[in-house]
């Protein structure tokens, strides 16, 4: 039987509900993107993930199209690659998204990566235009440390800071400012790209509640009041296990024991990476 999508919690930030798990769709194309992306609509997610960068923007859109939902049943998050975001950059790929995601609108924008290059306020106030044209519902930043994440906010109105989080890697300085400014915390690679699946002690923690490992790690990120997370699943086993995490409850001494896994492990650090915090 389906799960309705009130199987899948949300989080309100600055007033705006948001489902906390959404499916990631980095490295997944083709026919099997359009597939995951209905699966997971069946199975009762409500928030897709995706970027221009990953070059599937049309097989999302089909895939959103083929679920039958109406469009404003979806949280759709979409990216900016950093190698144009000059203002004509911005408007550009944000008409290239809209098309080929097959939308009227964007529910979140993010900047993929910082460009040092590029005036944080160009980008940012045309980011603000297709905002306030109705071609984007709100907008964030995605891998900007602490102190960009500060100067960001002086330019923008911003929602979300999407940031890898998992239990090997924290994020305590985004947290802060995230804090301080009632931002959504999106935890991209959740799951530190199957790492966390070989944890002996998530093993443990999994044995007694009867689940798997990568449950317990998301679990533990979802009980986070402002965190979304974002696992990518190209099996229908994976997307079915990552959503059926809410009938479970961690207690405090495994919540602590999680947060302890922590140290400093970074999936993604790409030479275009700005300098972390
Ligand atoms: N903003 C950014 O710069 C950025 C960077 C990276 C990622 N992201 C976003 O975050 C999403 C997720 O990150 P990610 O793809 O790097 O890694 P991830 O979600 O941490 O891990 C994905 C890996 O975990 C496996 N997996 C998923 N569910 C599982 C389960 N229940 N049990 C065992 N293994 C499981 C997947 O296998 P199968 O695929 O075989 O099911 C895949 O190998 C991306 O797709 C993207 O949307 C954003």
């Not at 895939?63 to 144009?84: A, M, P």
């Not at 980008?123 to 306030?132: G, H, I």
């Not at 790209?193 to 998301?218: C, F, M, N, S, Y």
């Amino acid at each position: 039987m389906p799960r309705e999508a009130t199987a899948v919690t949300t989080l309100d930030v600055q007033g705006i509900e948001i489902p906390k798990l959404g499916l990631g769709t980095w490295q997944m194309s083709g026919e099997d993107c359009v597939e995951a992306v209905t699966d997971a609509i069946e199975l009762g997610y409500r928030h897709i993930d995706t970027a221009r960068a990953y070059g599937n923007e049309t097989q999302v859109g089909q895939g959103l199209h083929d679920s039958g939902r109406n469009r404003d049943e979806i949280f759709l998050t979409t990216k900016l690659w950093y190698t144009e975001l000059s203002a004509v950059g911005v408007h550009d790929q944000v008409e290239q998204s809209l098309r080929d995601l097959r939308t009227e609108y964007i529910d979140l924008l993010l900047i993929h990566w910082p460009n040092g290059r590029v005036p944080l306020a160009e980008t940012l106030a045309a980011m603000v235009e297709a905002r306030d044209a109705g071609r984007v519902r709100h907008l964030g930043v995605s891998n900007f440390p602490s102190a960009l994440l500060r100067e960001a906010l002086t330019h923008a109105p911003l929602i979300c800071a999407q940031v890898e989080y998992h239990p090997y890697l924290g994020q305590p300085q985004v947290f802060e400012v995230a804090l301080e400014h009632e931002l959504m915390v999106t935890a991209y690679s959740p799951l530190a790209q199957g790492a966390v699946t070989r944890d002996p002690a998530l093993g443990e923690i999994a044995e007694a509640h009867d689940r798997a490992p990568a449950q317990i790690a998301l679990r533990w990120l979802l009980d986070q009041p402002q965190v979304a997370a974002l696992p990518k699943a190209s099996t229908r086993e994976h997307r079915a296990a990552n959503i059926d995490v809410f009938d479970f409850e961690l207690t405090d001494e495994e919540r602590v024991r999680i947060a302890g896994l922590e140290r400093g492990l970074r999936t993604i650090d790409p030479p275009w990476a700005p300098e972390w915090d």
